[in-house]
């Protein structure tokens, strides 16, 4: 799935986080930092004002606008086939105040918005129904995809930030852990995720390969997949609902 806002799954938000950016984001240390967003304004508790970064441009070549904002942030909250909606639960009404500057109000306060709106990545205003073909402002750019194999993107030129190191990938799907660690160590891979425990001593001890690990955050949960007619009946839901031992 190349549509950001429609799949919220690990590998999605990973591979697409080349493509797309966000108001704000996680630096490696965990802190939140200014992305889209040059900086951030809560000038009472249920008002934010984003001053948005001068000098960025989408893929295409169009400058970013408070109106890509506007409309990316609506997009998530309200697409009907949107995973991102319940990180734009809180949020009343967003709208452009100015030309380089979006005005969000929340129901009631929202200390947590921030962390949210790190979640949810902008798109251009005109972007279609189902985006097929991703255009974003990231550092990279859509080349290819093979549904299931592989993506291929190359460095964008035009980015606003700092070039990367590569400048052109591909991104191979590969669901078996042991697999994927096997590529490494034949190196028919340059770099994996979420090494298996069981690979980690072998790839150690190689002196051309390098681990990394990091301490992270996050929240596990039992997702309902909409796109299964039989979750759409409530009663299933419901049932569901009572057959946790919430203790």
Do not use: C
């Not at 452009?96 to 109000?105: P, S």
């Not at 990938?169 to 425990?197: S, T």
């Not at 990091?214 to 309902?224: M, T, W």
Request: glycine residues 6%; without cysteine.
């Amino acid at each position: 799935m190349l549509d950001p806002h429609l799949d919220i799954s690990f590998i999605n938000t990973s591979v697409l986080s080349d493509l797309y950016q966000k108001l704000v984001t996680f630096n490696p240390s965990g802190q939140l930092v200014a992305e889209l967003s040059e900086r951030w304004d809560n000038p009472d508790p249920r008002t934010w004002l984003f001053h948005i970064r001068t000098g960025v441009r989408f893929h295409d070549g169009r400058t970013l606008s408070a109106a890509d904002v506007v409309a990316s942030l609506r997009r998530a909250q309200s697409h009907p086939l949107s995973e991102k909606g319940a990180f734009m639960a809180t949020v009343e009404t967003i709208e452009a105040a100015g030309e380089d500057v979006v005005k969000l109000r929340t129901r009631s306060p929202d200390p947590t918005l921030l962390n949210k709106l790190a979640s949810v990545p902008i798109l251009p205003a005109d972007s279609p129904e189902t985006v097929k073909e991703p255009i974003g402002t990231g550092p990279y750019r859509y080349v290819g995809f093979d549904p299931g194999v592989r993506l291929r993107i190359t460095a964008f030129k035009d980015y606003w930030g700092q070039q990367p190191a590569e400048s052109d990938v591909e991104v191979f799907f590969v669901e078996d852990a042991d697999a994927r660690a096997r590529m490494l160590i034949e190196n028919k891979a340059d770099l994996i995720g979420e090494l298996p425990v069981g690979s980690v001593d072998q790839i150690e001890g190689d002196a051309d390969l390098w681990v990394g690990s990091y301490l992270g955050s996050a929240v596990f949960y039992l997702a309902i997949d909409r796109t299964n007619p039989l979750f759409r009946d409530l009663r299933v839901r419901q049932a569901i609902d009572h057959a946790l031992n919430r203790e």
